[in-house]
Structure formats: structure tokens, C-alpha cells
């Protein structure tokens, strides 16, 4: 088991060094952009770092290049829907890089049909 400051040091890594398709979603899910929705940027969530995670929803935003393994993600994502209740979307670079708006239309379609997580407007956790 990966401690969780080992956790904590690779998702400040990875924020300092994102991928273009990362820098590109997030200038579109920073500040609730997306309807009114707060992401984080590489949260950890057990020995797991999201790419992008919204805490009200439960909702993980994952970013998968060709070197991902379709197997093993579905495994990673029950895992994570076991354990935590949260649900994992996945987009490919492709589709961050080439279809911006489908991303994010997809992305608040899931969001909008989710429960709240807490019923007041407080968003600190």
C-alpha cells in the first residue's frame, strides 16, 4: 500500500506537469465553469489519482491516452464505485483535443443526472 504522502506528492507532480488535453478540460472545469460545479485538478482517492474529480457529484473525469488499458481501467472504476460510490467518466486525448464541446456537454449531462453528495451549499470537504 502507497502511503498516502506518496499519494499526495505524485498529484502535486502531475498538476505541475499536466497534458495538453488535462490543461485544455481544465481551463473549461476550473472556477465552476461548467454549471456551476466545482472540480479538483489530480485528487487522490485511495492509492488513485484522478485526473479530475467533483466532489458534490462523486464524479471522476479521467483523461485516457492509447497506452491505457481498457481492462484495467473498468477494474480500477468498479473498484473506485465499490468502495467510494463514485462513478468514472473517460474521454480519450482525442476527444478532449478534437471535440471539446461533446466532452463537455457529455461531462454535464452525467453531472446533472447525478445525486447531490450533501443537500446544503456547502461545498467543503
Not at 485538478?41 to 467533483?54: L, S, Y
Not at 458534490?56 to 473498484?79: M, P, V, Y
Request: net charge positive.
Amino acid at each position: 500500500m502507497v502511503s498516502r504522502r506518496t499519494m499526495l506528492e505524485r498529484a502535486a507532480a502531475m498538476r505541475r506537469e499536466p497534458t495538453e488535453a488535462e490543461k485544455r478540460l481544465w481551463r473549461y472545469l476550473s472556477g465552476a465553469k461548467l454549471g456551476g460545479l466545482k472540480f479538483r485538478r489530480q485528487a487522490t482517492i485511495g492509492n488513485r489519482v484522478a485526473d479530475f474529480f467533483c466532489p458534490a457529484k462523486g464524479l471522476i473525469i479521467e483523461i485516457d491516452g492509447n497506452t491505457h488499458d481498457r481492462e484495467r481501467d473498468a477494474a480500477l472504476d468498479r473498484q473506485i464505485a465499490a468502495q467510494y460510490g463514485y462513478r468514472t467518466i473517460r474521454v480519450t486525448n482525442e476527444d478532449v483535443l478534437g471535440n471539446m464541446d461533446g466532452v463537455l456537454q457529455h461531462i454535464e449531462d452525467v453531472a446533472c443526472r447525478a445525486p447531490d453528495r450533501w443537500s446544503s451549499g456547502n461545498t467543503l470537504s
